[in-house]
């Protein structure tokens, strides 16, 4: 488990590097389309106490909320994140009962909360870790940033799996064996359009 911390935490480390070192040359190019319907109306309180919008802040620093944040192998736990937010919506289709929809609910309004937190963590920590860029700070300072930040996406792609774990486990063996079937049409159709 150490090791893949650790490997996972490089690969993100390289990809925050890049990301913020491609925006401080000014070689990066931002869209500010609406790609992927996460960044509407999101609005959040600033390290100064004004309002700012959290896609666009993200945007800025070269990533989506979700998306390009889970760079390289992180990007991989974007099942269990989908699984998240579509699995309390699946009470017919699965056949689940209102106590397991409750507790899914319960649980998917937790993680809400908790990536929240995580969230405005990482984007303090990648502002530290920019200013530190400009700041030409010595090599170790600019390593222990990077690290942080490395660390904070690995604590929201673990609590996205943990998440979708529990929330499986909700699930009775036939409803399980029902997701599953579900989850491998949506793969094969995803691959098939690629």
Not at 158 to 168: P, S
């Amino acid at each position: 488990m150490k090791k893949l911390v650790v490997i996972l935490s490089m690969a993100m480390c390289m990809g925050s590097f890049i990301s913020i070192n491609a925006q401080m040359n000014g070689s990066m190019k931002h869209d500010t389309t609406h790609r992927s319907g996460m960044h509407k109306n999101m609005m959040q309180q600033g390290p100064n106490g004004n309002m700012m919008d959290k896609g666009n802040h993200m945007r800025k620093f070269g990533m989506s909320e979700e998306g390009e944040i889970m760079m390289g192998p992180i990007k991989q736990l974007m099942p269990y994140i989908m699984l998240i937010k579509k699995l309390p919506e699946k009470q017919d289709e699965l056949g689940l009962t209102d106590d397991q929809v409750s507790t899914l609910v319960d649980l998917q309004t937790a993680y809400k909360k908790e990536k929240a937190d995580l969230m405005a963590d990482l984007i303090k920590k990648e502002l530290k870790l920019k200013n530190l860029l400009k700041s030409n700070a010595s090599s170790k300072e600019i390593s222990n940033q990077l690290t942080a930040c490395a660390a904070s996406k690995v604590s929201i792609g673990v609590a996205a799996y943990e998440t979708a774990n529990n929330m499986k486990n909700i699930l009775t063996d036939a409803q399980k064996q029902k997701l599953e079937r579900r989850m491998a049409r949506f793969h094969s159709m995803e691959h098939n359009s690629d």
